[in-house]
C-alpha cells in the first residue's frame, strides 16, 4: 500500500478568534505543543508586540527547560513572576541574556534582529544570525530589501518564526537535510508533529527501523522514516553515522572550515587533581592530551580554543560558559577514569537531553569512541548518554571522552607512554575529523597533519 508523506497533521483549532489566517497554523501548532498560549481562551492577541519574558517562555517550551519559577539574578523580575522560571533557564544556556548583567527588561519588545539572535542561540544557528534565519527559510527581509533588526515583531510574527525554526515544512523553502542515519533502539516508538509528547502522534515504528534524521529540538530529533518526518526522542535513537549520498560541502572549503571552532576541555586542574592512581593524576594526563590534539588542530583552518592550557582549576560552567562565549561549534572534554584495579577500558560520554544537538552530540562521541578504541585497543565501555554538567549545559555538539582507568597498571602504562600518548591524541584528531567528513565537510586533506 502506498501511503502519502504524513508531516504536520492538520491541529486542532487552539480556539483563538483573533488569530490572522497567515500565522493561524502556526500558532494552533505551538498551541498543540503548549508552546504559546493566549491572553485568554478565544484571544492570542496577535498584533501586540512581543516582549522578552514572553519570548523567554516561548523559547523555555520549546526546549523543554525547566521553567519552574525561581530567582533569577535580576533585579527586575522576582521569583515571584510565572516567566521568571524560563527566564532563568535561557540565560543559563546562553540564549538570552540581561542588561549590565542586573536587569533584563522583561517588559521590553523584542526587535527582529534580538529576535534572530535567540533563535539562532536556541537553535545553535550559525552566528551570523540574520543570515542563518534566510539562507534556512525561516525568515525573509523586508520589501525594503533589509532584514529590519530595529523593528519590533508581534507575538505572531515570533511565532511564526517560532514554528519554521522547529518545524520545516513551516518554511519558506524546503532544504532535505536528513544526513544522520539513525536507528530506533526500542519498539513502539511514537514520531510526533513536534518535539514532545504534548504533539500529536502520527505513528509509531519498530525497535530496529532504520531512521534519516536532520536538526534535534530539546532532546527530540527530526526524522524522517517510511512514509513519516516528524520528532522522535532522541533517547530511543542510536547513530549509525551519516547518509554516505549526502553531497559533500566542496565549496569554499578552508572558509567553511576556519569558520568552525572546536573546544578541546582538559578535565580538572590546579587544585582539583581528578583521578589518580598508578602515580598518574588526571589533570596532567588530560592536559597533556588536549594540548597535543591543539597542536593538531593548529595545523589545520579549524579554529582551535583549551578551556585550559596551564594546570589551573576551572569550574564546571565556565567551562560550558566559555565555549558559548568563544563561539563553539563542537566541544570534546578529555578524562580519564578511575575505579577498582580490575576495572579498564574506553568510553565516550553524549548528553541526550537539554543540548539541543543530541544526535550530533551521538554522532560525534561515536567517532571519537571508534578512533580511541583503535588507538589503544582497550576494552570497549561504549558511547553512553550521560548527565554531566559540560555536556548537560553546552548549546553545541559535545562529547566527553574517557581515555581508559588511571586506576588500572595496564591502562596507566598507556598513559605513561608518550608514544601511547601520541597514538592517542591523534586519533581524538582523527574523530574529530571524522565527524566533520559525515558533515559533509572535506577534511581528507587533514588526516595526513597526524601522520
Ligand atoms: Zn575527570
Do not use: C
Not at 497567515?22 to 501548532?29: D, G, M, Q, S
Not at 514520531?191 to 532504520?210: D, H, Y
Request: charged letters at 20%.
Amino acid at each position: 500500500m502506498i501511503v502519502p508523506l504524513v508531516g504536520i497533521k492538520p491541529v486542532q483549532a487552539a480556539g483563538f478568534t483573533d488569530v490572522p489566517s497567515r500565522a493561524l497554523k502556526e500558532v494552533n501548532y505551538l498551541a498543540e505543543g503548549k508552546i504559546v498560549n493566549g491572553t485568554s481562551a478565544t484571544s492570542f492577541t496577535p498584533y501586540k508586540t512581543i516582549t522578552r519574558s514572553e519570548a523567554a517562555v516561548f523559547i523555555g517550551r520549546t526546549l523543554q527547560l525547566d521553567g519552574t519559577p525561581r530567582s533569577t539574578g535580576f533585579t527586575d523580575l522576582g521569583s515571584g513572576s510565572f516567566t521568571s522560571g524560563y527566564v532563568q533557564a535561557v540565560v543559563e544556556k546562553g540564549i538570552m541574556s540581561g542588561y549590565d548583567g542586573k536587569k533584563f527588561l522583561p517588559y521590553k519588545a523584542v526587535t527582529r534582529g534580538e529576535m534572530a539572535g535567540i533563535l539562532a542561540k536556541a537553535f545553535g544557528y550559525s552566528s551570523n544570525a540574520e543570515k542563518a534565519l534566510m539562507d534556512l527559510g525561516i525568515a525573509s527581509g523586508l520589501p525594503d530589501g533589509t532584514f529590519g533588526s530595529n523593528q519590533t515583531i508581534t507575538r505572531a510574527d515570533f511565532a511564526v518564526f517560532l514554528a519554521r525554526s522547529i518545524h520545516p515544512e513551516f518554511r519558506l523553502k524546503s532544504l532535505g537535510g536528513f544526513t544522520s542515519k539513525l536507528r530506533s533502539t526500542t519498539g513502539n516508538l511514537n514520531v510526533r508533529s513536534g518535539p514532545s509528547t504534548s504533539f500529536a502522534s502520527l505513528g509509531k515504528i519498530a525497535a530496529n527501523t532504520e531512521v534519516a534524521g536532520a536538526h534535534s529540538i530539546g532532546g527530540w530529533t527530526y526524522v524522517k522514516t517510511g512514509n513519516k518526518v516528524g520528532f522522535i526522542s532522541a533517547s530511543y535513537l542510536r547513530s549509525e553515522g551519516t547518509d554516505v549520498t549526502t553531497p559533500p560541502v566542496t565549496e569554499n572549503n578552508d572558509a567553511q572550515l576556519s569558520g568552525q571552532t572546536i573546544i578541546l576541555d582538559p578535565g580538572h586542574g590546579g587544585t582539583d587533581s581528578g583521578a589518580v592512581g598508578n602515580g598518574l593524576k588526571e589533570k596532567d594526563v588530560v592536559l597533556k592530551m588536549g594540548l597535543q590534539v591543539n597542536d593538531l588542530l593548529k595545523q589545520t583552518p579549524f579554529n582551535v580554543k583549551m578551556t585550559r592550557s596551564t594546570d589551573t582549576f576551572i569550574p564546571l560552567k565556565t567551562r560550558s560558559t566559555f565555549a558559548k562565549n568563544n563561539g563553539g561549534d563542537i566541544f570534546v572534554s578529555i578524562h580519564v577514569n578511575a575505579a577498582s584495579a580490575s576495572a579498564s577500558g574506553t568510553e565516550t560520554y553524549y548528553y541526550a537531553a537539554g543540548n539541543p544537538y543530541v544526535a550530533d552530540s551521538q554522532l560525534l562521541a561515536a567517532k571519537i569512541q571508534a578512533r580511541m578504541l583503535a588507538a589503544w585497543d582497550l576494552k570497549d565501555r561504549g558511547v553512553k548518554p550521560g548527565d554531566l554538567s559540560v555536556l548537560r549545559e553546552n548549546n553545541m555538539p559535545a562529547a566527553l571522552a574517557e581515555l581508559g582507568f588511571i586506576s588500572n597498571a595496564g591502562d596507566a602504562a598507556k598513559m605513561k607512554s608518550d608514544y601511547s600518548m601520541k597514538v592517542m591524541s591523534n586519533a581524538i584528531y582523527y574523530g574529530i575529523l571524522d565527524y566533520y567528513k559525515e558533515k559533509g565537510y572535506n577534511v581528507d586533506s587533514l588526516y595526513k597533519v597526524a601522520e
